[in-house]
């Protein structure tokens, strides 16, 4: 059975996107962690690219992978975290979090079993071409939109303010 | 598999010439630099490799090559070496949207002389530029040295503030033409005038961003050898050192294009459709002239270069978040002021 270039795409995109998103939680190095989370984004930018969304890809590259990551790794560089000065966590501490996360994969689970996916044809939607995506948010949208706006000015001047009571 | 084998191969093979162009036009940009800071401080400059010593750049390629190769003890081996390289492939990576002419007809097939024509083309030079950080911080942070992490802390620190006029200074652009395809800007300016006479600030707050986005005189404070030893690379050697100084010189080169595309008409030039040529011709010619326009931007890089002395790094800071920041603001307010009224008059 032949497949076609989007599936290879697909497959592949996939299997970095899985190994990467290991790679976050198993590195010892939180550098090595940031660096996987980082791709990660990039396939998830590749699966919207797939979907005809590519307005939402590149922002998502510009906002996760160019600003928030490089604030992280900006962080954790400066901090030079390592494996030796990181205190020990208590081994209940370890039984309490693969519990509560198992239990959460458990709820996943279970809604999204049920639950009805219409699948989106890739390539067929137009939804994320950015002309539409634009004419939505501004009309059909415009007040949760403007609301969000709101609350991003109010989040900058608070940390303006955050910085400057330093000084 | 139902693959359109021609497209794939055509693709190839543009990419490739891209990229074969930005390296040797990377590489003569050095021996550019050499010789307008020669002429500038009256020197003679190189000129013992060939004639003129245009075989320069290659010498200094092979003594790159071929010089030891060290990696310090106390550094982290693998982020050492992903440093530099994502430098170069996040510098080789913008090429992929800027046209580089118009289409070519070849037996039949038209080709578009630009490898990806996205609808969100200018976004995607956002992202390519946010990402062109990261070379620089995990080469400084890997190297282990005091003077390397300071560099790139400086450096990042300056591409993002820089980012942000930049930013706002495309956006005043982006009001005014209404696309964000930049094969699309460049023929609204071939039928109209171009951009930068309707944007002469957004221009130069995009110029002075680009200086420091590139990390070139007079924001080349991540180099500062006087108070920093040499900068980020300061632990690298042989080809290492190599990328990280050639991914500079492929940005400029990036930089140039892109401006000459977004402002100054692209692959266009006066009277280029009244002069009844071939197309394929007009095309070549309008390759040639987009190439002209770089080489221009080129040399002011390199005249400003050795003109202007280094800033101080709070004077660097004050000007991108006092200065540009606001400026590139209010022209985005009167340029959208000027397209409600047009769209409503």
């Not at chain 2, 021609?6 to 050499?34: D, H, N, P, Q």
């Amino acid at each position: 059975m032949g497949m076609s270039l989007q599936q290879i795409v697909f497959g592949v995109l996939s299997i970095i996107a899985i190994i990467s998103a290991l790679g976050v939680i198993l590195s010892k190095n939180p550098v090595t962690s940031v660096l996987c989370l980082i791709v990660t984004f990039f396939t998830i930018a590749g699966h919207y690219i797939m979907l005809n969304a590519q307005f939402l890809a590149v922002v998502h590259i510009i906002v996760y992978a160019g600003a928030i990551m490089v604030l992280f790794l900006f962080v954790i560089m400066l901090m030079n975290l390592n494996a030796e000065i990181e205190p020990q966590k208590r081994n209940w501490l370890k039984y309490a979090g693969a519990i509560s996360g198992g239990a959460l994969l458990l709820v996943l689970l279970g809604a999204l079993r049920e639950a009805d996916v219409t699948p989106i044809q890739p390539g067929s939607a137009d939804i994320g071409l950015i002309s539409n995506l634009g004419k939505t948010l501004f009309n059909q949208y415009v007040v949760p939109f403007e609301v969000s706006s709101i609350l991003f000015l109010s989040a900058m001047v608070g940390a303006v303010i955050i910085g400057k009571r330093e000084s | 598999m139902n693959i359109d084998w021609f497209f794939i191969l055509e693709k190839i093979v543009l990419i490739s010439g891209v990229l074969v162009i930005s390296l040797v036009v990377a590489m003569y940009s050095t021996w550019g630099e050499r010789k307008v800071a020669s002429i500038i401080q009256d020197r003679i400059g190189p000129n013992r490799a060939g004639f003129m010593g245009l075989l320069q750049p290659l010498a200094d390629g092979g003594k790159l090559f071929f010089k030891e190769e060290i990696i310090p003890g106390s550094s982290n081996r693998f982020l050492f070496i992903l440093g530099p390289s994502l430098a170069m492939i996040v510098a080789c990576m913008t090429s992929a949207v800027i046209p580089w002419g118009d289409t070519l007809t070849i037996a039949g097939h038209s080709i578009s002389l630009q490898i990806a024509d996205i609808n969100i083309g200018i976004l995607y030079i956002f992202g390519v530029v946010s990402l062109g950080v990261y070379g620089i911080m995990l080469g400084g942070w890997a190297s282990n040295n005091k003077y390397s992490l300071l560099a790139s802390v400086r450096a990042a620190s300056q591409i993002i503030s820089y980012e942000l006029a930049m930013g706002l200074s495309l956006i005043a652009l982006l009001m005014m033409t209404g696309t964000l395809s930049i094969k699309e800007i460049v023929e609204q300016q071939r039928h109209g005038g171009w951009n930068v006479l309707y944007q002469p600030l957004g221009f130069v707050i995009f110029l002075v961003c680009s200086f420091a986005e590139c990390n070139r005189t007079p924001f080349d404070l991540s180099e500062a050898e006087s108070e920093l030893n040499g900068g980020y690379h300061l632990e690298y050697s042989s080809m290492k050192l190599g990328f990280y100084l050639f991914a500079e010189y492929i940005n400029m080169f990036i930089s140039s294009a892109l401006m000459s595309s977004l402002y100054f008409g692209g692959y266009s030039f006066p009277f280029m459709d009244s002069l009844g040529l071939a197309p394929n011709l007009v095309t070549i010619l309008g390759t040639a002239a987009l190439f002209i326009k770089i080489i221009c931007f080129l040399f002011f890089f390199m005249w400003v270069r050795w003109t202007i002395p280094r800033f101080r790094y709070d004077q660097l800071m004050r000007l991108g978040w006092n200065y540009m920041i606001p400026l590139a603001l209010a022209n985005m307010l009167v340029t959208g002021a000027i397209v409600l009224y047009r769209s409503t008059h």
